[in-house]
């Protein structure tokens, strides 16, 4: 019943979303780093938000923190979407946002290189998240590609995560039907990539404190070595990082060599899928030999990124 809760609140929330983004013009204009070329609506991706908060509130006397970090960077990414805020206060509330989370899942007991560390991470997965969503279908594709295997290892120790999970997951499937689309309807905005980066970080630190694997970081890495390595192409370059751009090899696939959209955003998720259910696998059946395996995963996806911005970045010098 919990569940065709959130179906109903999200289909409803959607649409109203919608309706209100026509009225009062809250539109994406297309500019040098994005990969579409008409006016969509922007900030559908507040139903992740909203349905983060219901299950927040479900858990409230548990996850009260979680509650106002989530609050906190959604409204902030939200308003943004709307009136484009200072970067200062984005990043001021994003880093507070974090520490909340470290309150909830007791990472402050941590030295602090441990704590500084996390905190870096988690900052840049957020932002690199963000920076990933820019065509039709790769954020709620690759979500999924990344909720399925957390659900799969969350399932057997902690019900309250994995409603989460399955929550969020609910929420991707309904706005897929205004994203997924060659011509999309609606896109999620920062308020929808930060609020479902903010949240599957946090998931992603709980399961890596409480089964002690780091390995389970593999489960984020086609975004960041895209992510990494176009920051480290772009700054041999020269170019200033933090402009606009469309460098990301996704960004290469689509634009440049026109492969279809939905194409591009498939084939990073099913590469993202594989890999962490061989991980799963792997941990599963060959505990001792996981970290190695890990190691040989992350080897080979960046051997196969590298040859793959090679052969692009080839055949762009013959058209």
């Not at 890990?294 to 055949?315: D, E, F, G, N, Q």
């Amino acid at each position: 019943m919990t569940y065709l809760t959130v179906l109903l609140v999200n289909i409803i929330s959607l649409a109203l979303y919608y309706s209100i983004a026509i009225k009062y013009n809250i539109i994406d204009q297309p500019n040098e780093r994005s990969s579409h070329d008409y006016i969509t609506v922007r900030g559908a991706g507040v139903i992740f938000l909203i349905t983060g908060l219901f299950w927040a509130l479900l858990s409230i006397g548990q996850h009260l923190y979680i509650f106002i970090g989530l609050t906190g960077i959604g409204l902030v990414s939200l308003l943004d979407d709307i009136f484009t805020l200072p970067n200062k206060l984005r990043f001021i509330v994003h880093v507070l946002a974090v520490l909340f989370v470290f309150l909830d899942i007791g990472l402050f007991s941590s030295n602090i290189i441990i704590i500084l560390s996390v905190l870096i991470l988690y900052l840049g997965w957020i932002n690199a998240f963000n920076f990933m969503d820019g065509i039709n279908g790769i954020t709620s594709f690759y979500a999924l590609s990344i909720l399925l295997p957390l659900y799969i290892v969350f399932r057997d120790f902690s019900f309250t995560h994995s409603s989460l999970i399955v929550f969020l997951g609910i929420s991707v499937v309904v706005f897929m039907f205004l994203n997924v689309r060659s011509r999309a309807v609606a896109f999620c905005g920062d308020v929808g990539a930060i609020v479902l980066a903010y949240l599957i970080g946090y998931l992603a630190i709980t399961l890596i404190i409480s089964t002690g694997k780091i390995e389970y970081i593999l489960f984020g890495c086609v975004y960041g070595i895209d992510a990494i390595f176009t920051i480290m192409r772009r700054m041999l370059k020269g170019e200033n990082i933090f402009q606009a751009h469309r460098s990301h090899l996704y960004q290469l696939l689509s634009n440049e060599l026109n492969w279809h959209y939905l194409t591009v955003s498939l084939v990073y998720s099913l590469l993202q899928l594989i890999i962490s259910m061989t991980l799963i696998l792997a941990l599963q059946s060959v505990p001792h030999y996981s970290t190695f395996i890990a190691v040989a995963i992350l080897i080979s996806v960046v051997t196969l990124y590298l040859v793959s911005v090679k052969l692009v970045s080839t055949r762009l010098k013959k058209v």
